[in-house]
């Protein structure tokens, strides 16, 4: 996983307990090329309990990710 | 059929008259517990009253598995003809008073008539008594706790109200263990308007079961289960105040009288912000995933936060501070109020005052005003007097256009979710059977993972799914949703629990056809009681139509008035219920409802 602070990279948000999964709740990273999400960041998240969204679109693990896209990845939660 | 006390408690308070009468094996078999036997008991005893009458009936109805040694089991549903909205209320509560009543040898207390003067009931096993309740009259919910505890011990199940149940305030809920809350659709007022400030019951006796040894074998097994899911310990840290990121992450967060969906100082409010000021936790009985998160609000005492309460509180009206959303949550927990409808109550007298629909002026986020206003609501006196009776009445008080943005479905205020951009939870607050409240379909994670912004055939067959499953089948039982809906614990334990409890399984479709015939029930008695029912009493505020959202990352979206309703049709169509709501004769046939057939009118 390579980050760096130059030039437009994506952005990754991470929400409630996926954020504890990932040890971090927000990363940029610059791609080379469009890679699939899963590939990009080598944790195993509860895929079926997770929300993807891409741009505010939804998305999923498998979604191809370029820069300067804004990738949000939240639980499936279900609210009192 | 075992798991069932098998009786039914009924106690007039008018003449004094205490009665015991068996529950049908019929009435076990259509309706279940909880909110079923209490919609059952609505439909045929509570018929044309004004709520707050001697007429009306309070029904503290549990179910099979209600104090069960299962997951959070301590349950109970309290129901009554709502002084709010003029329809079937009720809201579930967690007490120990759940456990009591079914070892005390009751499924159901129904409390009929009215007291001539303050009292209490006292309920130990085969013994009750209506005893005099005025040195108590008046104390606010811990204080009254505390009080009965010191004459009764503290072995004893006790729901009460405060002054402003006493008051009638139209949203006083009924309390327990200082902060346990049910009954949003003024079921407190319901318990004041009878001159009833609580109820203390003490069972000894023990729940009848199938098969106890493999009961409790399973109830570990689910504990167990529930410890070990991945985000236990992150639901024991934050709790549903978890929700409140993502709320404002997917503009879902009620913020400034649901005008917006997020709010600037929402770091200031999370759950990573509850963390930083939590000091206890505290829950009801028999749960292993205790909600109550308790911190030193802004006066230094316990207040016990959730989401709705500081959704509710907080950004919808404008509050940033959340020691002082504290203060306000623990005076609405000991005034008996719904911190759901204050928190929509004060966002609405905001906007009126903002807009100069009314002379006095409150500020959003004005801490001392919003102090104030809770104890004149419960003095019925200055703003007070605008809002005791909810927004609905209030929007009639205040004219302008305040009936656009007064945040109510059927009367109820909407609890803490924005939806200008979700269809899906706009029409399960449209359609809950007791008005804008969230526990019987919380469809948003379901629709933003798919697609929130279409208004498709399956977003309602998904809101008559989870109806059926949270307002049928969790009420019914009645054990809380959460360990299903929070930590993904699996669904297929509870038919289980109820073979092993009652000696009888379920099917999934007797489970769905349970929850159909529940609703179809509480929507005719709806109808039943308002001659003047109308498809728009399924429509959620206008503001979600009329008004975009100006801020966040949907800026610009509104909820589509001709979508909404081609949904709300095909939700009729898939109920068997007609083009205004009202169930057809055919329905209430296949359901086993053929008595409220010649009630309906036409369709009947």
Not at chain 2, 420 to 435: E, K
Request: aromatic share 10%.
């Amino acid at each position: 996983m390579s980050s760096q602070s130059l030039g437009k990279m994506a952005e990754f948000r991470f929400l409630g307990y996926i954020a504890e999964i990932f040890g971090k709740k927000r990363v940029r990273i610059s791609l080379g090329n469009l890679r699939k999400l899963r590939d990009i960041l080598e944790v195993e998240f509860p895929e079926d309990r997770c929300i993807v969204l891409i741009n505010q679109r939804v998305g999923n693990f498998d979604s191809l990710i370029r820069n300067g896209d804004k990738v949000v990845i939240m639980p499936m939660i279900s609210g009192g | 059929m075992k798991s069932y006390a098998g009786k039914i408690l009924r106690i007039n308070l008018s003449d004094g008259r205490v009665s015991r009468e068996e529950i049908s094996e019929e009435m076990r078999k259509k309706f279940l517990g909880g909110r079923g036997f209490a919609a059952k008991i609505l439909w045929d005893e509570v018929k044309g009253v004004d709520p707050l009458t001697d007429g009306n009936k309070i029904v503290f109805s549990t179910g099979p598995l209600s104090g069960l040694p299962l997951p959070s089991s301590g349950k109970m549903v309290i129901a009554s003809k709502s002084p709010l909205t003029g329809g079937y209320g009720d809201g579930n509560i967690g007490s120990m008073a759940a456990l009591h009543l079914r070892r005390a040898g009751y499924d159901v207390l129904i409390v009929e008539g009215k007291s001539e003067s303050p009292c209490y009931i006292a309920i130990q096993d085969e013994k009750v008594e209506i005893l005099d309740a005025r040195d108590i009259w008046g104390m606010m919910t811990f204080e009254a706790q505390d009080n009965l505890e010191a004459k009764h011990g503290r072995n004893v199940g006790i729901l009460l109200i405060g002054p402003a149940g006493e008051n009638m305030v139209r949203f006083a809920t009924v309390i327990s263990q200082r902060g346990r809350a049910g009954g949003r659709p003024g079921m407190g007022a319901v318990m004041g308007s009878k001159n009833l400030k609580a109820v203390v019951v003490r069972g000894t006796g023990e729940i009848p079961v199938f098969d106890k040894g493999r009961l409790r074998e399973m109830g570990r097994e689910g504990y167990a289960e529930i410890k070990g899911k991945e985000n236990y310990d992150f639901w024991v840290r934050q709790g549903t105040m978890q929700v409140f990121e993502w709320c404002n992450e997917n503009s879902c967060l009620p913020t400034y009288n649901f005008r917006e969906g997020s709010f600037r100082f929402s770091k200031q409010l999370d759950g990573y912000a509850l963390e930083g000021v939590k000091v206890d936790r505290k829950g009801c009985p028999l749960c292993n995933m205790q909600c109550g998160n308790i911190i030193k609000d802004a006066e230094n005492r316990d207040s016990e936060l959730d989401y709705e309460n500081v959704g509710m509180l907080g950004p919808n009206i404008g509050m940033d501070d959340l020691r002082k959303v504290g203060v306000l949550n623990r005076l609405a927990d000991e005034y008996g109020l719904d911190t759901i409808s204050m928190g929509s109550c004060l966002g609405f007298l905001m906007e009126a005052s903002e807009k100069e629909l009314i002379e006095a002026r409150i500020e959003w986020g004005d801490f001392d005003a919003c102090k104030k206003a809770i104890e004149d609501t419960v003095g019925k006196r200055g703003l007070g007097e605008i809002i005791f009776e909810g927004v609905r009445k209030a929007s009639e008080r205040v004219g302008g256009d305040s009936w656009d943005w007064a945040m109510h479905v059927k009367g109820l205020e909407v609890s803490a979710y924005n939806c200008h951009a979700c269809p899906g939870m706009a029409l399960s607050f449209g359609t809950s059977p007791i008005g804008a409240h969230h526990k019987d379909a919380w469809v948003i994670s379901w629709e933003i993972s798919t697609d929130r912004f279409s208004y498709s055939k399956e977003k309602v067959e998904k809101v008559i799914e989870l109806q059926r499953l949270r307002g049928g089948w969790f009420e019914s039982l009645t054990t809380c949703r959460l360990p299903w809906v929070e930590v993904d614990f699996g669904l297929h334990w509870y038919p289980k629990y109820l073979e092993a409890a009652r000696g009888d399984g379920i099917t999934q479709e007797e489970i769905s056809e349970l929850g159909d015939r529940i609703y179809t029930l509480i929507r005719s008695f709806w109808i039943r009681e308002n001659r003047s029912w109308s498809r728009e009493m399924d429509y959620p505020p206008s503001r979600w139509f009329e008004e975009p959202l100006n801020e966040g990352g949907l800026k610009g979206y509104t909820l589509d008035r001709a979508r909404y309703d081609e949904m709300l049709s095909r939700y009729y169509e898939m109920r068997g219920w007609d083009e205004i709501g009202i169930p057809q004769k055919e329905t209430l046939e296949g359901l086993g409802l053929g008595d409220v057939i010649s009630v309906l009118g036409k369709n009947g």
